[in-house]
Nanobody, 115 residues
Framework: QVQLVESGGGVVQTGGSLRLSCAVS????????MGWFRQIPGKERELVAT???????YYADSMEGRFTISRDNAKNTVYLQMNSLKPEDTAVYYC?????????WGQGTQVTVSS
């Protein structure tokens, strides 16, 4: 059973930073791509960033230059460093992986950016 557990959310002022973590268990973590998504109430879940097993990264346009996704295969953990946060970044952030035709999600962590 694959389990993903996010942590690191909280309340931060505009311009501040947060680092989210997602600990993964149940599979050989290094074999799989990972992603971060976010969901604002009343809106669809949207892609934030992805990282392949080889470390290649992709960012949604509005996050590029402010967010950095990384992974530590020794710790089975993927990170999302978020800098220059804006009120519109307020959302629940989820980590995700796709294994054998199945999407796996964590429980989410709330990020609130105050103006």
């Amino acid at each position: 059973q694959v389990q993903l557990v996010e942590s690191g959310g909280g309340v931060v002022q505009t311009g501040g930073s947060l680092r989210l973590s997602c600990a993964v268990s149940g599979r050989t973590f290094s074999n799989y791509a990972m992603g971060w998504f976010r969901q604002i109430p009343g809106k669809e879940r949207e892609l934030v960033a992805t990282i392949t097993s080889g470390g290649d990264t992709y960012y949604a346009d509005s996050m590029e230059g402010r967010f950095t996704i990384s992974r530590d295969n020794a710790k089975n953990t993927v990170y999302l460093q978020m800098n220059s946060l804006k009120p519109e970044d307020t959302a629940v952030y989820y980590c995700n992986t796709f294994i054998s035709s199945t999407d796996y999600w964590g429980q989410g962590t709330q990020v609130t950016v105050s103006s």
